[in-house]
């Protein structure tokens, strides 16, 4: 199976967070010298809460930026499990993001499947800068093993139910993944290197891995996650 376009391996959790961070913040320079607006899609998750943390305190302006989310929960947006709102304490407040330029996931609304469409409007194209994380079932948005959404091609905002509670969920689908410009996959701890190894060195199998869907972009672990990683056939890069 070809290897992703960009594999490096950084010493723990925080470095990951750091280089995500400084990543993104590269982005935004760029098309700030570019004159051009800039579309970024978050990740829910510990490893990206901590890189969006250190991209709010990085003091880069984030003003030419509109942010949408890969997927939510059936929750209200001050729900403790609702990744708006772990996005707006992490990044949105303390960067000072305009509301209208936060694009809000509207999973609890009464009828998902047309808040999927409605939502599936108001996508771009195709997304500047996409962040993922991954599971340690190696699924990744609300994408997982066994679900038909990993599959879809049509749609590109699907109503799902999660193995996990609360189980009711928006997320993107493969063609959304597969056609961002930049994309950022954050892997971190001993928990994922399963899923890792069998992502990245497994059969080509997205409907059982759904993260593969993402193997075009950039993966940044830290040493835990990578540890079961045969090395075969993938371009590592070691940082601090």
């Known amino acids: 199976m070809p290897p992703p376009a960009y594999l490096e391996v950084l010493a723990d959790a925080a470095s990951v967070a750091e280089r995500a961070a400084r990543m993104v913040a590269a982005e935004v320079e760029s098309a700030r010298a570019a004159g051009r607006r800039l579309s970024i899609m978050l990740a829910g998750g510990t490893t990206p809460r901590a890189a969006y943390e250190r991209l709010a305190r990085s003091g880069v302006d984030l003003s ?3 942010f949408y989310f890969g997927d939510e929960r059936a929750v209200p947006a001050d729900h403790a ?3 708006y ?3 707006k ?3 949105f ?5 305009a509301p209208e330029r936060v694009h809000r996931m509207p999973a609890d609304a009464p009828d998902l499947e047309l808040a999927a469409r409605a939502y599936e409007a108001e996508l771009p194209a195709s997304l500047d800068v996409l962040l993922l994380g991954v599971g340690a079932d190696a699924h990744t948005a609300s ?3 066994g679900s038909p959404a990993v599959l879809e091609r049509g749609r590109r905002v699907v109503p799902v139910v999660g193995p996990k509670p609360p189980p009711r969920r928006l997320t993107v689908t493969g063609p959304v993944l597969e056609s961002a410009k930049v994309t950022l996959v954050l892997a971190t701890g001993a928990g994922k290197a399963d899923a890792i190894s069998r992502a990245l060195e ?3 199998e997205p409907s059982t891995a759904p993260i593969q869907l993402a193997l075009g972009g950039r993966f940044l672990l830290d040493l835990d996650a990578a540890k079961k990683l045969g090395g075969a056939g993938l371009r590592t890069t070691n940082r601090e």
Not at 93 to 97: C, G, L, S
């Open 143 to 145: 994408l997982f093993p």
């Open 64 to 66: 030419i930026a509109d």
């Open 93 to 97: 407040e303390p960067a000072r993001v």
């Open 81 to 83: 499990e609702s990744n």
């Open 89 to 91: 304490e992490a990044l």
């Open 85 to 87: 709102r772990m996005a």
């Open 202 to 204: 497994g059969p080509l």
